[in-house]
């Protein structure tokens, strides 16, 4: 099978961009995990196709797999690669505003440059029931025994379930073990992204995220967006807030619980190519 393909990046956080806009999509769940292999395959965090539209009032639909060939529900880096890629591909002028559909919904984006994007990123789902997290009512902080340690972590759904822990070293080797743990909690059903995150004032976070599906990443959009919204619920930061994570920084806007939450980050192009599997 030959399948031609776009490698992008999301300061770091890495996709194999594939176009369906013609044609259904071709690869099964072995073929994904072949092609995400970062030695004998290309290399990425999630694969992204471009579909048209299951709903009429959005322009595109893309879906999300992850490393391992299990399906995502929402990509805040993918989905500014999504942009920028309908930009070169002459579907998404600059100015454009969007509705983009999603597996878990819909989301307007808008592009402000070429590589640069704005992404409406909804509203942050706080209902357990809904996340899914088990817990016996909705707080900003849920105490969970992790491999004997309680931890106190936050935990809501950009679109896909996120435990968000505060720490105040992000190079602790603790988190190493944490991470995966927290990721595959028996309190998170469908499991869960594990963000680490440090405070540095008001208007600055530094994260590492430990995905699920696809383990520690150089960046994962909606994992600042989540951070974000668990340090604001406890009046930490401001409405505006800059995220740094290892491969570079979003920009972070929510006024607060029931309002959308806003992302603004680059899209960055790496090669074209042709899978031969």
Same mark, same amino acid.
């Given at each position: 099978m030959?399948l031609?393909?776009?490698?992008?990046?999301?300061i770091?956080? !890495?996709?194999?961009m *594939?176009?369906?806009?013609?044609?259904a999509?071709?690869?099964?769940?072995?073929?994904?995990r072949a092609?995400a &292999? /970062?030695?004998?395959?290309v290399?990425?965090d999630q694969? @992204?196709?471009i579909e048209?539209?299951?709903?009429?009032?959005?322009?595109?639909?893309?879906?999300?797999?992850? #490393? &391992?060939?299990?399906?995502s529900?929402?990509?805040?880096?993918?989905?500014?690669?999504v #942009?920028a890629w309908?930009h070169?591909?002459g579907e998404?002028?600059?100015?454009d505003?969007?509705?983009? $559909?999603?597996? %878990?919904?819909?989301?307007?984006?808008?592009?402000?440059?070429?590589t $640069?994007?704005? *992404?409406?990123?909804?509203?942050?789902?706080?209902?357990p029931e809904?996340?899914?997290f088990?817990? &016996?009512?909705? #707080?900003?902080?849920?105490?969970?025994?992790?491999?004997?340690?309680?931890?106190?972590?936050?935990?809501?759904?950009?679109?896909n379930?996120?435990? *968000?822990?505060?720490?105040t =070293?992000?190079?602790?080797?603790?988190?190493?073990?944490?991470?995966?743990?927290l990721? %595959?909690?028996? /309190?998170?059903p !469908?499991? #869960?992204n594990?963000g680490?995150?440090?405070? @540095? &004032?008001?208007g600055?976070?530094?994260?590492r995220?430990?995905? /699920?599906?696809?383990?520690?990443?150089l960046?994962?959009?909606?994992?600042?967006?989540?951070?974000?919204a668990?340090?604001r619920?406890? =009046? $930490?930061v401001?409405?505006?807030?800059?995220?740094?994570?290892p491969?570079?920084?979003?920009?972070? $806007?929510w006024?607060?619980?029931?309002?959308?939450?806003?992302?603004t980050?680059?899209?960055?192009?790496?090669?074209?190519?042709e899978w031969?599997g």
């Open positions: 030959k031609p393909f776009s490698k992008m990046h999301g770091g956080n !890495d996709f194999v *594939v176009d369906c806009r013609q044609r999509f071709p690869l099964n769940e072995e073929q994904i092609i &292999d /970062r030695h004998m395959g290399g990425f694969l @992204i196709s048209p539209p299951r709903d009429a009032s959005c322009a595109f639909y893309y879906g999300i797999w992850n #490393a &391992d060939g299990t399906p529900g929402q990509c805040g880096n993918g989905v500014r690669c #942009a309908l070169r591909a998404l002028a600059i100015g505003m969007v509705r983009l $559909e999603s597996p %878990s919904g819909p989301v307007t984006v808008r592009l402000s440059g070429p $640069e994007v704005t *992404v409406d990123m909804g509203v942050p789902i706080l209902a809904h996340i899914p088990r817990a &016996d009512g909705q #707080a900003d902080r849920y105490s969970m025994d992790v491999g004997g340690d309680v931890l106190e972590i936050g935990a809501l759904s950009m679109g379930p996120h435990a *968000v822990l505060e720490v =070293d992000l190079q602790a080797p603790s988190l190493y073990r944490v991470g995966p743990m990721t %595959s909690h028996e /309190r998170f !469908d499991g #869960a594990a680490f995150v440090q405070k @540095i &004032d008001r600055q976070l530094r994260l995220v430990h995905e /699920r599906g696809s383990g520690w990443t960046a994962c959009g909606t994992g600042a967006c989540a951070a974000m668990v340090l619920l406890r =009046d $930490e401001d409405e505006k807030v800059q995220v740094t994570l491969g570079g920084t979003l920009t972070i $806007e006024a607060g619980p029931g309002q959308t939450l806003w992302m980050g680059p899209a960055t192009f790496v090669f074209e190519g031969l």
